[in-house]
């Protein structure tokens, strides 16, 4: 069984600084991945996924992710937090051979504060 | 509608009771999943149907737990004899085929 890796629970950085969230998965074949964000009282929006081909995905907020096969990693990034990214991100994965279809398996989550 | 939408938003119930969480898809969506996810934890992926089929049911955690989607629209998870360990935010989701899932607002249930 797939599974999923968030290895900060929680991560402070200061507005207009860099940002890295590490994601690692354990699956046998290459896996669909996925990062999504979680405001408070919202629903999950999907920030970007990889499927296949070019291992740097651009998302949406100014956000990309790498997929790292060696490393089994899908790590996210951005290059200048602003205070409205304060948020959980939670980094997903689903089997490839669904396609896309079958449910996800997701991490455990990394709450994002943003310093002024 | 433009995005899941989910009902109620909140619901409290006493211990034992049955309850029924609704999610309706967005329009044309053959794809709906349902989620619970606990406190400080992610999302568990719990049933799954494509149109009115359940595809797979692995997650659900006993036979209390169900869910139907008799239509291949609307989809109707149901807890009966609610216990505390309940307690949880129910999420669903719903794709258009093979590919990115969308997600609702959730309904955060409290079993007292």
């Known amino acids: 069984a797939q599974s999923v890796t968030q290895p900060d629970i929680h991560i402070t950085v200061s507005e207009g600084a860099s940002l890295e969230l590490r994601c690692n998965y354990s699956y046998g074949a290459t896996p669909y991945l996925f990062w999504y964000v979680q405001s408070p009282g919202q629903g999950l929006q999907l920030l970007l996924k990889y499927f296949s081909g070019d291992t740097l995905v651009q998302g949406i907020k100014g956000f990309e992710a790498e997929f790292k096969r060696s490393q089994s990693s899908f790590n996210l990034r951005k290059p200048s937090v602003h205070w409205s990214d304060a948020a959980e991100y939670f980094c997903?994965?689903?089997?490839?051979?669904?396609?896309?279809?079958?449910?996800?398996?997701f991490g455990k989550g990394t709450h994002l504060i943003i310093q002024p | 509608g433009a995005g899941v939408s989910q009902s109620p938003r909140y619901k409290v119930t006493k211990r034992g009771q049955d309850v029924a969480l609704r999610c309706d898809p967005i329009s044309g969506h053959v794809s709906l999943y349902w989620y619970r996810q606990a406190l400080g934890q992610g999302p568990e992926f719990l049933t799954y149907?494509?149109?009115?089929?359940?595809?797979?049911k692995s997650g659900l955690p006993n036979d209390r737990f169900s869910a139907e989607r008799p239509e291949g629209s609307i989809s109707t998870l149901t807890i009966q004899r609610t216990e505390q360990r309940d307690s949880a935010m129910y999420r669903c989701?719903?794709?258009?085929?093979?590919?990115?899932?969308?997600f609702g607002p959730g309904t955060r249930l409290t079993v007292l």
């Open positions: 997903a994965v689903a089997p490839g051979s669904g396609g896309g279809a079958d449910g996800l398996t």
């Open positions: 149907f494509n149109y009115e089929a359940q595809q797979d």
């Open positions: 989701s719903t794709a258009a085929g093979t590919d990115t899932q969308y």
